[in-house]
């Protein structure tokens, strides 16, 4: 299934300034693996070195969270990930 990542603007630079990669799976995790399969560069952006996401990583699904099910969460065909990454400070 063909589904549009939303790259974040701290990653667009290993996307050659592209802010939309079409990826292909049918789930979240699938997707992703996809993103990184066309940028190897982002695994360790996205993914720590026990293969979970990053705690700061969120995934959204058409706008809606994807927690709890995260990477196995089901998508379809035309769907739209967002990947966000939460900034802390104070």
Do not use: R
């Amino acid at each position: 299934m063909s589904v549009t990542a939303v790259i974040p603007w701290n990653l667009v630079s290993i996307t050659n300034k592209t802010k939309q990669v079409k990826v292909e799976g049918s789930t979240v995790g699938e997707c992703l693996e996809n993103l990184i399969e066309q940028y190897p560069e982002m695994k360790a952006d996205l993914f720590n070195k026990d293969g979970k996401l990053h705690s700061d990583i969120i995934v959204y699904l058409n706008n809606k969270t994807t927690y709890p099910e995260q990477l196995k969460k089901p998508v379809q065909d035309g769907d739209e990930l967002n990947i966000s990454v939460l900034i802390g400070g104070g």
